[in-house]
């Protein structure tokens, strides 16, 4: 008989991990300290009909039938050319509708961008029944205002952008996301109440919990902070200090969690042993009010103690209330042999720190999924590993019971949006994490775009062209081991003929290896697509010039430069690049940077500046230096 029972409860061990992993509840059993949201039945009604209205629809051309609360699905019923969504849902009650309205067809690829689709095709999901399975508990974005993006125009200037915020809280809640925060800036609490404080509220009655980002002691890029810096330094009154920050903070914005920022800069670090006084008292105060507390692990190498090891892995000594939000950046994920970036070579620590720290406590996967230091988005380049790699991301979260993902995304702008919404839709475990399920839906081909996928993956990852086709930044011209990307700066080519021929050689191979783009429909993707490729072409004549010096590279250089800038002026008008804000333009506002975010790749100012390089022979790094790194530092 034990043997027996034994056998049977084997078997049913085995069966609920089974029900567990088809259902997607699979993560871990930490869950993070965040009470359960409702969204009320007349909120689900209201989100439909505004969603009828955005498509010019009759009102009641789909209504909601709520039926008894278990089974996290929705049915598509039809009658007299209408539709009824009958909803069985406990929680995530938003969640399941629109995953009814999205098999009825209706998209939202963007904030600015809702896709209708027509009667014939919402009658191909009639007596139809649709469950919601999500990948992870917790999944959703984290707005990194600290750059001059539209999120920042609408929460932290003076006058904001309400529409924007109430169109990005939406977009999040109709592709099933449930996590919202914001890097918090030093301007005054009045202005984070007034810009900020809707648009949380808001979000949190379409279920989505709401977070706060900022450093303890952070001096970097004007982040709002709990400590001066004599006080990260000495530690005077600082635990009053935290005590009384978090109290107004808590006060000014209705929060579901805190993510806390240790040390002064993410290469510089607090004492030790401060810091992890500092991030227990900041669990212990939020605790009370029911508000979870996270911290950032970077992925800079540079900081160790003999005593305590990497900084950034301070925090697995902490409470088990400090939960970590594991970071990766650019195009690289957990599962690539090779991230050459901030002295790494690859991420595999941040990997095994996540699923080590996963079951001691709240555990969120954090990548950045637009890059804005001279690398991707203000070049810029459309690179659809992006894709590829955060659908990986989210098999191995899923696969290993990591219950968050929080997308660290700098903004929508020049295609963005299409790696932010793909990430999003990734989390339904319908689409089997399938890296071109945002291209299928926008029903694009299927084929050509694989082709793209690996030409890209092949070249520019694989093979290293993306160190050529990115541009070095300040750090990467003053730091040989602790580079942000691993390259060969303009300085070092022009030192060594034999790297330079190298990578003329590689470039060439590459640019005859180039997929067509005729046949791709979106024409903003398309155009960006060009863009990248023209910046192909650039990087390849311009080492050509360098090389040889001959007046007909660097007129194919320029040539190519100035075809991306009218293709960029081009794009500047489309909707999904916000037109109305001054994101392409030089302007004063409340962050480091003195211009919007996708300024650079208006001006294809990393292009000019290289072009300048090679010409006059001339490398100093402060040299056409478009980043005042006081601003940032202090």
């Known amino acids: 008989m034990p043997i027996v029972n034994h056998l049977i409860m084997t078997k049913l061990m085995q069966s609920i991990a089974l029900f567990l992993l088809m259902t997607g509840l699979s993560w871990a059993q930490v869950p993070s300290n965040m009470p359960e949201l409702q969204v009320s039945t007349e909120t689900l009604k209201q989100e439909i009909e505004e969603i009828l209205i955005a498509g010019k629809l009759p009102k009641d051309l789909v209504t909601l039938r709520m039926d008894y609360p278990e089974g996290e699905t929705v049915q598509v019923l039809c009658k007299n050319q209408k539709f009824t969504l009958v909803l069985k849902a406990r929680t995530e009650r938003l969640s399941v509708v629109m995953k009814g309205m ?8 963007h904030p600015e961008v809702q896709i209708t689709p027509t009667l014939s095709r919402m009658k191909e999901a009639c007596g139809k029944t649709y469950h919601w399975r999500p990948a992870l ?15 920042m125009e609408t929460f932290f200037t003076k006058k904001g952008n309400p529409a924007i915020a109430m169109k990005t809280v939406r977009w999040l809640a109709r592709n099933q996301q449930n996590l919202m925060d914001v890097s918090l800036l030093r301007v005054p609490h009045s202005r984070i109440r007034r810009n900020v404080g809707p648009a949380f509220a808001f979000a949190r009655t379409l279920g989505i919990y709401t977070g706060a980002s900022l450093g303890i002691a952070l001096q970097q890029q004007k982040s709002y902070k709990l400590l001066s810096l004599w006080q990260s330094f000495f530690g005077w ?9 978090l109290e107004t903070l808590t006060r000014a914005l209705p929060l579901s969690y805190v993510v806390l920022e240790a040390g002064t800069s993410e290469f510089t670090p607090t004492n030790y042993e401060k810091t992890l006084e500092w991030l227990n008292l900041s669990a212990e105060i939020l605790k009370e009010k029911k508000i979870a507390v996270f911290t950032k692990v970077h992925v800079s190498s540079n900081q160790h103690s003999e005593k305590w090891g990497n900084y950034n892995f301070l925090p697995q000594h902490a409470h088990r209330d400090v939960g970590v939000l594991p970071h990766t950046v650019m195009f690289y994920g957990l599962l690539d042999k090779s991230a050459p970036m901030y002295g790494n070579k690859d991420f595999s620590s941040i990997k095994d720190f996540l699923l080590k720290e996963k079951d001691k406590r709240p555990a969120w996967y954090y990548p950045e999924t637009s890059y804005w230091i001279a690398m991707d988005v203000d070049i810029p380049l459309l690179l659809t590993d992006y894709l590829k790699s955060r659908a990986e991301d989210m098999w191995l979260l899923h696969e290993k019971g990591v219950e968050g993902n929080l997308n660290f995304t700098t903004g929508h702008a020049l295609g963005y949006w299409l790696y932010d919404w793909n990430n999003a839709l990734v989390t339904d475990l319908d689409y089997a994490f399938d890296p071109m399920i ?6 694009e081909p299927v084929s050509l775009w694989q082709e793209h996928l690996d030409f890209q993956h092949e070249w520019f990852k694989k ?21 942000i990307h691993d390259r060969k700066t303009m300085k070092e080519l022009f030192d060594s003929r034999r790297a330079l ?3 003329i050689e590689l470039l060439e191979e590459g640019l005859l290896r180039w997929p067509s783009i005729e046949g791709i429909r979106n024409l903003e993707l398309k155009k960006l697509l060009e863009v990248t ?4 072409i650039h990087a390849l004549n311009i080492r050509k010039y360098l090389l040889r010096e001959r007046k007909e590279d660097i007129d194919t250089a320029k040539d190519a430069r100035r075809a991306a800038k009218t293709i960029i002026e081009e794009l500047q ?17 409340p962050t480091s940077y003195q211009f919007g975010y996708v300024y650079p790749s208006a001006e294809t100012y990393f292009w000019k500046r290289e072009e300048r390089q090679i010409i006059t022979k001339i490398f100093f790094p402060m040299r056409d230096n478009i980043i005042n790194i006081w601003a940032i530092l202090f």
């Open 438 to 443: 945002a291209l299928k839906l926008l029903d």
């Open 463 to 483: 093979k290293g062209l993306i160190s050529m086709l990115t541009s070095a930044n300040l750090q990467d011209e003053l730091n040989r081991t602790h580079r």
């Open 573 to 589: 008008k489309l909707p999904t690049n916000y037109p109305e804000l001054p994101i392409f333009k030089k302007h004063s506002n």
């Open 237 to 245: 009154g600082a635990e009053d200090s935290i005590r009384k920050g």
């Open 102 to 109: 999205r098999e009825l067809g209706f998209l939202f690829p």
């Open 137 to 151: 508990k917790y999944r959703g974005s984290h707005l990194h205002t600290l750059h001059p993006s539209e999120w």
């Open 533 to 536: 490729k023209l910046r192909h």
């Open 501 to 503: 021929k190298k990578e």
